[in-house]
């Protein structure tokens, strides 16, 4: 069935470090890709999503890019504040379904 | 603010006990999901209702049943509660069942503990 990988966390930074999470997915067919965060205490928040290959999403400095020759959509930001500081989730969503499949989570906390 | 409401914030019950959570999605979206937060088994999808009916259905248990009303709120009971089921219950909105290109938009969560 369709599954999502995230590295595993916690991951810590200092303000304005390079952030990368590796996402890989498993899925039949062309799946959409989202990236949502989850800030403490609230629900999820979509980030940036791209629904086809070599699609590029981007938000708030975020990027991720669709890459169907690796089955990733990893996300990047060139330098973090502290107010990133979240739980990153990673899904997919397949043709056909609506439904979203998540990674485990990674969760980021950026040090001043 | 995404626009979806979730009641209770939090519910603390015992082993064996019902609970119903309530959802009230964005106004206009026709889908409902539920997903189930847990530390175990991380964000699973539950089940999607799209305008009163049942569309998908995913890890759910069969204590568990849910149904969207005519006003398209949603409720999700839970019933011969566990402490297994402790997590956080999330609502989810999108406006049809039409793609899966759409933004889901997440309700702030109910935090369920079963003691």
């Known amino acids: 069935g369709d599954s999502v990988t995230q590295m595993e966390g916690p991951v810590t930074l200092s303000e304005e470090a390079f952030l990368t999470i590796n996402c890989t997915y498993t899925a039949t067919g062309y799946p959409s890709l989202f990236w949502y965060v989850q800030y403490p205490g609230e629900g999820l928040q979509l980030l940036l999503k791209?629904?086809?290959?070599?699609d590029k999403g981007s938000n708030k400095g975020f990027e991720a890019t669709y890459r169907k020759e690796t089955t990733s959509f990893h996300l990047e930001k060139g330098s973090v504040q502290v107010s990133d500081s979240a739980v990153y989730f990673c899904?997919?969503?397949?043709?056909?379904?609506?439904?979203?499949?998540f990674g485990q989570g990674t969760r980021l906390t950026i040090n001043p | 603010d995404s626009g979806v409401t979730q009641t209770p914030k939090h519910l603390i019950t015992a082993t064996g006990q019902r609970v119903t959570l309530r959802c009230s999605p964005r106004s206009g979206d026709l889908s409902v999901y539920w997903y189930q937060q847990s530390l175990d088994q991380g964000l699973q999808f539950l089940i999607q209702?799209?305008?009163?009916?049942?569309?998908a259905k995913g890890n759910i248990l069969e204590r568990f049943s849910a149904q969207q009303f005519p006003d398209l709120h949603s409720e999700l009971n839970l019933s011969s509660l566990e402490l297994g089921d402790s997590a956080l219950y999330f609502c989810?909105?999108?406006?049809?069942?039409?793609?899966?290109?759409?933004?889901?938009?997440f309700g702030p969560g109910t935090r369920l503990l079963v003691l």
């Open positions: 989810a909105s999108s406006p049809t069942r039409a793609t899966n290109q759409e933004t889901q938009y």
């Open positions: 791209a629904t086809k290959a070599d």
């Open positions: 209702y799209y305008n009163g009916e049942e569309r």
């Open positions: 899904a997919l969503s397949s043709k056909g379904a609506q439904k979203l499949v």
